[in-house]
């Protein structure tokens, strides 16, 4: 198992977000891959979010956790609880738990994938079909969506508590184990300040 963490371009959020996701790696005994600059596979120079579908061309392993720069751990805890090494994993978005998705084939927030290898060029090829003159938003996320739709794809589903939008409120549950910051985000130094927040009041769990 192979955690993998695109930070590629001026993030500055990631000497904040990155120490906490690595002491989870730790913890698990899991490798952590962080790709930091754009790749050649990249034909259609998209946002680097997109990259995440050529993770397996990166890490030669049997499943990778893709996991966003602004997903933060709030704890340490055991990844064994809650991935399915055999399906591909993800907790839902809460558009769609409030009953507002994008549309009818969206369901899961792409921001924690958990993939077997078995899906390697599936990935690449939502990038090679649908990335080129994409019309859809947030990068790669609807298009996998509709691809896991279309396809029937089997999912594991994960605990929202593993993957819960930042919504506006700063005060979270204690249940909540990774917080994600790309929700309700008004600019990149909001995000910053955010994490760095976080950094400060989580640090010592870690």
């Known amino acids: ?19 906490l996701i690595e002491k989870l790696c730790d913890y698990n005994n899991v490798n952590l891959f962080v790709l930091n600059k754009n790749i050649s596979q990249n034909i259609y120079g998209l946002h680097p979010s997109w990259l995440k579908l050529f993770c397996f061309d990166f890490v030669d392993d049997d499943f990778i956790i893709s996991w966003d720069l602004d997903l933060i751990p709030t704890k340490l805890y055991d990844f ?23 549309n009818h084939k969206f369901k899961y927030n792409c921001g924690l994938m958990g993939i077997p290898k078995k899906y390697k060029e599936i990935l690449k090829l939502i990038y090679l079909e649908k990335g080129n003159g994409s019309d859809y938003p947030s990068y790669e996320q609807y298009h996998v969506n509709d691809y896991i739709f279309d396809n029937n794809i089997p999912v594991n589903l994960l ?6 939008l930042f919504d506006g409120n700063e005060n979270f549950d204690d249940k909540i184990y990774n917080i994600h910051y790309t929700w309700q985000i008004n600019s990149n130094q909001h995000r910053i300040d955010l ?10 769990n870690f």
């Open 159 to 164: 605990d929202y508590n593993l993957n819960t």
């Open 1 to 19: 198992m192979t955690l993998f963490v695109i930070d590629v371009g001026d993030t500055f959020y990631s000497k904040y977000s990155l120490p």
């Open 195 to 204: 994490i760095k927040k976080h950094f400060d009041k989580y640090g010592n």
């Open 80 to 102: 064994k609880q809650f991935f399915d090494l055999n399906n591909i994993n993800f907790s839902y978005d809460p558009t769609y738990i409030g009953k507002n998705p994008f």
